[in-house]
Protein backbone atom coordinates (compact mmCIF):
# COMPACT_ATOMS: atom_id res chain seq x y z
CA UNK A 1 0.00 0.00 0.00
CA UNK A 2 1.14 3.59 -1.05
CA UNK A 3 1.21 5.98 2.48
CA UNK A 4 1.24 9.14 3.20
CA UNK A 5 4.20 10.21 5.42
CA UNK A 6 2.53 10.45 8.66
CA UNK A 7 4.81 14.02 8.68
CA UNK A 8 3.05 15.16 5.40
CA UNK A 9 -0.07 13.94 7.10
CA UNK A 10 0.50 16.12 10.18
CA UNK A 11 0.92 18.99 7.79
CA UNK A 12 -1.57 18.82 6.15
CA UNK A 13 -3.65 18.67 8.96
CA UNK A 14 -1.48 21.36 10.62
CA UNK A 15 -0.41 19.28 13.56
CA UNK A 16 2.72 18.65 15.22
CA UNK A 17 3.63 15.49 16.66
CA UNK A 18 0.28 12.98 15.98
CA UNK A 19 -0.23 9.81 15.55
CA UNK A 20 -2.05 7.64 12.64
CA UNK A 21 -5.04 5.65 14.33
CA UNK A 22 -6.75 4.57 10.51
CA UNK A 23 -5.18 5.04 7.38
CA UNK A 24 -6.77 3.54 4.06
CA UNK A 25 -5.61 4.14 0.03
CA UNK A 26 -7.55 1.03 -1.21
CA UNK A 27 -4.00 0.26 -3.02
CA UNK A 28 -4.35 -3.84 -2.03
CA UNK A 29 -7.84 -4.61 -2.08
CA UNK A 30 -9.73 -6.10 -4.32
CA UNK A 31 -11.14 -4.16 -7.48
CA UNK A 32 -14.98 -4.31 -8.02
CA UNK A 33 -15.35 -5.56 -4.23
CA UNK A 34 -16.23 -3.78 -1.30
CA UNK A 35 -12.68 -2.70 0.49
CA UNK A 36 -11.15 -4.78 3.22
CA UNK A 37 -13.26 -4.85 6.23
CA UNK A 38 -9.48 -4.71 7.99
CA UNK A 39 -7.44 -2.36 5.85
CA UNK A 40 -3.89 -2.54 5.38
CA UNK A 41 -3.36 0.34 7.59
CA UNK A 42 -3.28 0.48 11.55
CA UNK A 43 -3.99 -2.77 13.55
CA UNK A 44 -7.45 -1.95 14.60
CA UNK A 45 -8.78 -0.15 12.25
CA UNK A 46 -12.00 -0.97 10.04
CA UNK A 47 -14.36 -0.66 7.21
CA UNK A 48 -17.40 -1.61 7.21
CA UNK A 49 -20.04 -1.13 4.20
CA UNK A 50 -24.49 -0.50 3.75
CA UNK A 51 -26.18 -0.90 0.77
CA UNK A 52 -29.03 -2.51 1.48
CA UNK A 53 -31.20 0.44 0.42
CA UNK A 54 -29.42 0.17 -3.03
CA UNK A 55 -26.01 1.77 -4.67
CA UNK A 56 -22.67 0.53 -4.28
CA UNK A 57 -19.30 1.12 -2.48
CA UNK A 58 -16.44 -0.85 -4.09
CA UNK A 59 -12.75 -0.11 -4.89
CA UNK A 60 -12.35 1.02 -8.29
CA UNK A 61 -9.41 1.46 -10.93
CA UNK A 62 -10.94 3.91 -12.74
CA UNK A 63 -9.52 7.53 -12.89
CA UNK A 64 -8.38 6.62 -9.23
CA UNK A 65 -7.40 9.95 -7.27
CA UNK A 66 -3.91 8.44 -6.24
CA UNK A 67 -2.08 5.70 -6.80
CA UNK A 68 -3.70 2.88 -8.72
CA UNK A 69 -7.21 2.28 -6.62
CA UNK A 70 -9.47 4.21 -4.87
CA UNK A 71 -12.82 3.74 -3.31
CA UNK A 72 -16.50 4.80 -5.17
CA UNK A 73 -19.76 5.11 -4.29
CA UNK A 74 -22.30 4.48 -6.49
CA UNK A 75 -26.20 4.93 -6.26
CA UNK A 76 -27.97 5.47 -4.49
CA UNK A 77 -31.28 3.57 -5.71
CA UNK A 78 -33.39 3.63 -2.62
CA UNK A 79 -33.89 5.51 0.68
CA UNK A 80 -30.44 5.40 2.35
CA UNK A 81 -27.23 6.02 -0.19
CA UNK A 82 -24.82 3.35 -0.44
CA UNK A 83 -22.73 3.91 3.28
CA UNK A 84 -19.32 3.38 4.59
CA UNK A 85 -18.28 3.06 8.48
CA UNK A 86 -14.73 3.62 8.83
CA UNK A 87 -13.73 2.92 12.53
CA UNK A 88 -10.43 3.98 13.57
CA UNK A 89 -8.46 2.16 16.22
CA UNK A 90 -8.65 3.23 19.84
CA UNK A 91 -7.44 6.37 21.21
CA UNK A 92 -4.46 6.62 23.18
CA UNK A 93 -5.45 9.72 25.66
CA UNK A 94 -8.94 11.00 24.68
CA UNK A 95 -7.73 14.51 26.00
CA UNK A 96 -5.80 15.19 22.76
CA UNK A 97 -7.25 16.64 19.79
CA UNK A 98 -8.20 14.48 16.92
CA UNK A 99 -8.49 14.81 13.16
CA UNK A 100 -9.43 13.53 10.03
CA UNK A 101 -8.51 14.06 6.29
CA UNK A 102 -8.94 12.66 2.79
CA UNK A 103 -9.44 13.31 -1.32
CA UNK A 104 -12.86 13.17 -3.05
CA UNK A 105 -14.55 13.94 -6.00
CA UNK A 106 -18.04 14.47 -6.56
CA UNK A 107 -19.83 13.85 -9.98
CA UNK A 108 -21.73 17.12 -10.65
CA UNK A 109 -25.21 15.12 -10.19
CA UNK A 110 -24.43 13.76 -6.40
CA UNK A 111 -24.34 14.64 -3.02
CA UNK A 112 -22.42 13.27 0.04
CA UNK A 113 -22.47 13.57 3.62
CA UNK A 114 -19.26 12.86 5.79
CA UNK A 115 -19.82 12.65 9.66
CA UNK A 116 -16.59 12.88 12.09
CA UNK A 117 -17.83 10.81 15.27
CA UNK A 118 -16.33 10.41 17.96
CA UNK A 119 -18.15 6.99 20.56
CA UNK A 120 -21.43 5.29 18.91
CA UNK A 121 -21.32 7.46 15.83
CA UNK A 122 -21.68 10.84 17.87
CA UNK A 123 -20.94 13.45 15.75
CA UNK A 124 -18.75 15.97 15.95
CA UNK A 125 -18.62 17.97 12.27
CA UNK A 126 -21.05 16.86 9.64
CA UNK A 127 -19.45 17.75 6.29
CA UNK A 128 -22.63 18.29 3.36
CA UNK A 129 -20.95 18.23 -0.38
CA UNK A 130 -23.94 19.40 -2.43
CA UNK A 131 -24.92 21.83 -5.16
CA UNK A 132 -21.53 23.11 -5.65
CA UNK A 133 -21.70 23.98 -2.29
CA UNK A 134 -19.36 23.03 1.12
CA UNK A 135 -22.33 22.57 4.06
CA UNK A 136 -20.23 22.31 7.73
CA UNK A 137 -22.23 21.82 10.60
CA UNK A 138 -25.49 23.31 8.49
CA UNK A 139 -23.33 26.63 7.64
CA UNK A 140 -22.17 27.00 3.85
CA UNK A 141 -18.11 27.87 4.07
CA UNK A 142 -17.22 27.62 0.20
CA UNK A 143 -17.89 25.85 -3.00
CA UNK A 144 -16.29 22.67 -4.85
CA UNK A 145 -16.08 21.84 -8.60
CA UNK A 146 -17.46 18.98 -9.50
CA UNK A 147 -15.60 15.80 -10.91
CA UNK A 148 -12.34 17.36 -10.17
CA UNK A 149 -10.29 16.69 -6.91
CA UNK A 150 -10.26 18.32 -3.40
CA UNK A 151 -8.59 17.21 -0.17
CA UNK A 152 -10.62 17.88 3.30
CA UNK A 153 -8.99 18.02 6.70
CA UNK A 154 -10.58 19.03 9.95
CA UNK A 155 -9.37 18.56 13.70
CA UNK A 156 -11.77 18.52 16.92
CA UNK A 157 -10.27 19.92 20.33
CA UNK A 158 -11.72 18.30 23.73
CA UNK A 159 -10.17 20.96 25.68
CA UNK A 160 -12.07 24.00 24.05
CA UNK A 161 -14.83 21.71 22.35
CA UNK A 162 -14.37 23.45 18.87
CA UNK A 163 -13.06 21.90 15.46
CA UNK A 164 -11.15 23.88 12.26
CA UNK A 165 -12.14 22.51 8.77
CA UNK A 166 -10.40 23.26 5.57
CA UNK A 167 -11.12 22.31 2.07
CA UNK A 168 -8.26 22.65 -1.21
CA UNK A 169 -8.10 21.79 -4.29
CA UNK A 170 -11.35 22.37 -6.66
CA UNK A 171 -12.75 24.67 -4.51
CA UNK A 172 -13.04 28.06 -3.78
CA UNK A 173 -10.56 29.89 -2.11
CA UNK A 174 -10.99 30.35 1.72
CA UNK A 175 -12.82 27.34 2.15
CA UNK A 176 -12.73 27.11 5.77
CA UNK A 177 -13.74 27.22 9.03
CA UNK A 178 -13.89 26.99 12.69
CA UNK A 179 -15.93 26.94 15.68
CA UNK A 180 -18.04 24.76 18.26
CA UNK A 181 -18.18 20.96 17.78
CA UNK A 182 -21.66 19.04 17.86
CA UNK A 183 -22.47 17.39 20.86
CA UNK A 184 -20.13 18.84 23.17
CA UNK A 185 -21.04 16.60 26.93
CA UNK A 186 -20.53 13.26 24.65
CA UNK A 187 -16.81 14.38 22.91
CA UNK A 188 -13.92 13.31 23.94
CA UNK A 189 -14.86 9.50 24.20
CA UNK A 190 -12.20 6.25 22.92
CA UNK A 191 -12.81 6.03 19.32
CA UNK A 192 -13.27 8.28 16.39
CA UNK A 193 -14.49 7.14 12.74
CA UNK A 194 -15.93 8.65 9.73
CA UNK A 195 -19.51 7.88 8.11
CA UNK A 196 -19.62 8.58 4.40
CA UNK A 197 -22.97 8.34 2.77
CA UNK A 198 -23.93 9.66 -0.62
CA UNK A 199 -27.13 11.03 -0.13
CA UNK A 200 -27.95 11.51 -4.40
CA UNK A 201 -27.16 10.48 -7.81
CA UNK A 202 -23.97 10.02 -9.38
CA UNK A 203 -20.52 8.87 -7.69
CA UNK A 204 -18.12 9.75 -5.16
CA UNK A 205 -14.52 9.00 -5.17
CA UNK A 206 -12.55 8.47 -1.80
CA UNK A 207 -9.23 8.42 -1.28
CA UNK A 208 -5.72 8.65 0.95
CA UNK A 209 -7.99 8.49 4.17
CA UNK A 210 -6.46 8.96 7.32
CA UNK A 211 -7.48 9.76 10.68
CA UNK A 212 -4.88 10.28 13.61
CA UNK A 213 -4.71 11.48 17.48
CA UNK A 214 -2.05 14.56 18.51
CA UNK A 215 0.74 13.99 20.78
CA UNK A 216 -0.45 10.11 22.31
Known amino acids: MKHIPLALLCGALAITGCTGR ?9 VGAAPDVAPDGMPDDQIFVNTFSGGSVVVTNSSPIAGAQSLEFGGPTGQFGPTAYMY ?3 IADTSEEVSAFWMGRLSDDASVRINFFTGHFTDIVVVLLEDGDIEVNGAVVGTYTPNQVHTISMSANPATDRFSFAAAGAVSPGSSTSGPVSNPGSFPQSNIGLVVELTSGGTYVMDTVRMSEDNP
Not at 22 to 27: G, L
Request: aromatic share 16%; glycine share 0%.
Open 88 to 90: AEE
Open 22 to 30: FQDDFEVDT
